[in-house]
């Protein structure tokens, strides 16, 4: 009855001891309730374990729970993060993979977290919320270092295309030319001196030539100048006067119109009365020359030849205004 006693007694010391160990390392009392998150890494996370530390700011956080390949890009990874709650983890928070100097063991930093951002919460089909990430030092050295040799690839490659044998040949036949130039410019170097000290006495003469030219054509330039002035007031007297005699000359035209439609047919009718009288006269004139004495005795007139009596004749039977015509006509 005994050795049973003390039998159960040990089972239940044995079971109770293994519980509160089981209890201890869960954390018992002291234990911390943890959320989790994911975060999703487009770059490698060589030196990161299981139960790597998390940190914000420095603080450890929490731990990195799992690591794994993301199903739809192998080249993206995604770890999930068990963070103690409380950490203020916001929408502008980002993960950062880290290094602990020289020995190569990787952490997660945690990095912004503004105090007037929202809370981080998951985005459905996410079951956890997604704290963005950014890339680590060390992969932007790795980019920047790739970036820059393949620059230096490049010129290299510019290089050598630069440096082929006829670029090298046609360059050293440049250091020849330039070599040669310079032999024959110290040979005459005499001659480019006094080259130049003629080329300097010329611009001074050029300079003194231009300084007389300034001073004469500045009174050359004034007379130009009045007599610019002076055409162009000719010019407005001319115009004034082309208007007054524009005007004269559609007064004189008014004036001529009314000359016309008045007194144009009585100095028709006057010209006609002149031409018969002139006529008439005429024909006195050489009656007269015929026979001077009639003008004293009074003789009839002389016959007429048979022309005139031919033309008497007609002049008679015609019309007054013909007869007016043929007496005009007559010589």
């Known amino acids: 009855m005994n050795y049973t006693l003390v039998g159960g007694f040990v089972l239940l010391l044995g079971a109770a001891l293994i519980a509160g160990v089981l209890w201890l390392a869960s954390g018992g009392a002291w234990a911390k309730r943890q959320d989790l998150y994911l975060s999703v890494m487009e770059e490698s996370v060589a030196g990161l374990n299981l139960n790597a530390p998390v940190k914000y700011m420095g603080v450890n956080v929490g731990k990195v729970q799992a690591i794994s390949l993301a199903p739809a890009n192998p080249k993206r990874v995604r770890l999930l993060f068990a963070i103690d709650r409380g950490t203020p983890v916001r929408r502008d928070t980002v993960a950062v993979l880290k290094t602990h100097g020289l020995t190569g063991i990787a952490y997660v930093e945690l ?117 610019a002035q002076a055409l162009e007031q000719m010019g407005i007297d001319t115009a004034q006067a082309s208007s007054s005699a524009g005007r004269t000359v559609s007064e004189v035209g008014s004036d001529v119109k009314r000359f016309t439609a008045t007194a144009l047919p009585d100095l028709q009718q006057l010209m006609g009365e002149l031409a018969v009288l002139a006529v008439s006269l005429r024909r006195l004139s050489e009656q007269l020359e015929r026979n001077p004495s009639g003008l004293v005795f009074g003789q009839g007139l002389a016959p007429n030849g048979p022309g005139e009596r031919q033309e008497q004749q007609e002049q008679q039977q015609a019309p007054p205004a013909e007869k007016t015509h043929r007496l005009r006509e007559t010589p």
Do not use: C, W
């Not at 290089?159 to 032999?183: C, E, V």
């Not at 010329?202 to 007389?212: K, L």
């Open 111 to 227: 990095d912004g977290g503004a105090a007037a951002s929202p809370a981080l919460q998951a985005v459905p089909p996410e079951r956890y919320p997604q704290i963005r990430s950014k890339p680590s030092l060390s992969a932007r050295l790795e980019e920047m270092l790739s970036t820059v040799l393949g620059k230096l690839d490049s010129s290299s490659t510019q290089l050598n295309a630069l440096l082929s044998p006829q670029n090298q040949r046609a360059f050293s036949a440049t250091l020849g030319d330039i070599a040669l130039l310079s032999h024959t410019l110290a040979e005459r170097r005499q001659t480019i001196d006094a080259g130049l000290r003629s080329a300097a006495q010329t611009f001074d003469n050029s300079a003194a030539v231009s300084e007389q030219l300034r001073r004469q054509a500045g009174p050359l330039i004034a007379r130009m100048d009045r007599a």
